[in-house]
């Protein structure tokens, strides 16, 4: 009897659902984007692997002694960058290395972390995960840690067809939430949509954004993902090489990747040592703070120069790069 | 029965003329061969082993070995990858490929990770070849599984890409903590530590492996090769290298010599 109703159930479950499988995402690219470097290949989007990636990410067993998941230095009110931190903490009351830069647009990114070192996006968590000063786990530790737990072996079940827990399915599955973490919903997307405009003071700040800073921050994504020296003379506790740390050519040496700067209100302080508090403290390095060395940017050589007045106005053009839908979207918080 | 026994107890002309007629009937059929049916496969079983010394030592982890340098040495992980398996007949110029190339790490802590099955199309070959290391697509392609699982140990991941091979262990020698570390890696461009080794068998002979039978083949790994030749490592100098580049390239040369192939047990 029971063995018919079994029978029964699961030809129920086959013709009701027709596919019991996870549910396909859709991930779109926003209005005027180029087409992203990750493509989904080999880890295709499912509403089941987005939870179970949004899951990790908010789980602090994937740290040492639990005080430290993904979250705890990207921080989703700060568009997932660590709020007024110019280094963040890490395991054992240790400063991580760099500034934690804010999440978003991944998918569009040719390398991960401000020296390229990360060339894959699907193992970048290993970095922060295996780091000394920051998670400090090793990563078998954290796979037997997912594995006492029922609730992932359902949920690594419905995400990938079967009850194992491995490390490539746990780095897959962030990775489907980290790059679903899209951010186009701007004052500054809008006003290219036609859906609003900007005030006569971001107008000029948008005019002098495209004649100075373009360069390097190019729209709509607003780096260009190339590496490069901008002045910042070198701390001498932290001694940060930046890309010749990767590559080993001096050609390289105090490169570090330009990051985009969409919600760049709302991820200070700014640098890859977080040296600068303030946007205008930027602008400032800029127009009269920059270091000649062998590397700079050559696009530097003569700084930006710029008034106080034009500092203003980019300042508030770079506010209109805030996307409030995107700190607030639930999809993306904590759950439950 | 172990082919190099039976070759040790034959003398040198008998050997020679044996061997050319081997030749002779093997060049006849080598083209059928290749042109038949397809057949049961043959079932290669390699079997590496660690050793110093030059082969005449088996390395057991754990006890303490002497290098060409006079420095004592204790090693407590000897590990690599490899791939790419190919047999080689190079008078007839054929050479098979294994259809699905898999990755293995040989790691001489876990005695099942030394043994590697393969199935091997019949013929007559005089080589076998493989990749030491992890090519440069599977260095970029994102999380990976089975041997190319990161929580194997072999993988960096602030500057992402695989280790190649692996020889740590204790010397007192070495000034970092009494420890020597050799995580040899790099992959692209000039950076590159990706080998290949090309083998010959015992006494330079043939194989004829059969279809459906089974044979083993004994592959001696010598950690002697990783300090030298044709580049000195000394531990007291280097006892650790962990990051792409120049002395990665030296010790990867040095350990591109450390196979021989020891035995073959045909059925």
Known sequence: MLFLGCLLVNACKKSGSGNSGPHPLTFSIPAGFPAPQYTFTGNPLTQEGFELGRKLFYDGRLSKDGNFPCSSCHQQFAAFSTYDHPLSHGFNNQFTFRNAPGLFNLAWNKEMHWDGGITNIEVQPLAPLTAPNEMAEDINNVIGKLQQDDTYKKMFRAAFGSDTINSQRMLLAITQFVTSLVSANSKYDKVKLGMASFTQTEQNGYALFQSKCTGCHPEPLFTDHSFRNTGIPVDPYINDLGRMRITNKKEDSLKFKVPGLRNVALTFPYGHDGRFSSITSVLDHYSSGVQTSATLDPLLKNKIPL????????????????????????RFAQPE | MKLTHLLHRVNLPKLCIVLLLGTAIISCQKELKFDEEPQKDHNLVLKFKPVVLYDSVPLVLGKAYTNYFKESFTPTAFKFYVHNFQMINTDSGKIFKLAND???????????????????LPYVYNRISFSIGVDSAQNVSGAQTDALDPAKGMFWTWNTGYIMAKLEGTSPKSAQAGKFEYHIGGFSGTESVLKTVNLLFPYAQNLDL??????????????????????????????????????????????????????????
């Open chain 1, 307 to 330: 008034t106080n007045a034009e500092k203003f106005y980019v300042l508030e053009f770079l506010k209109t790069l805030t996307d409030s839908t995107f700190i607030n979207d639930s």
């Open chain 2, 210 to 267: 059969k279809p459906g039978k089974t044979s083993e083949m004994f592959i001696t790994c010598d950690a002697y090769d990783w300090f030298y030749n044709p580049w000195d490592i000394k531990i007291s100098e280097n006892p650790v290298i962990s990051t792409p580049g120049e002395l990665a390239k030296q010790v990867a040369e040095n350990y591109s010599k450390m196979f021989t192939v020891d035995s073959v047990f045909n059925e």
């Open chain 2, 102 to 120: 898999k990755y293995y790490l040989v790691d001489f802590s876990d005695s099942a990770s030394t043994e590697i099955k393969i199935s091997i």
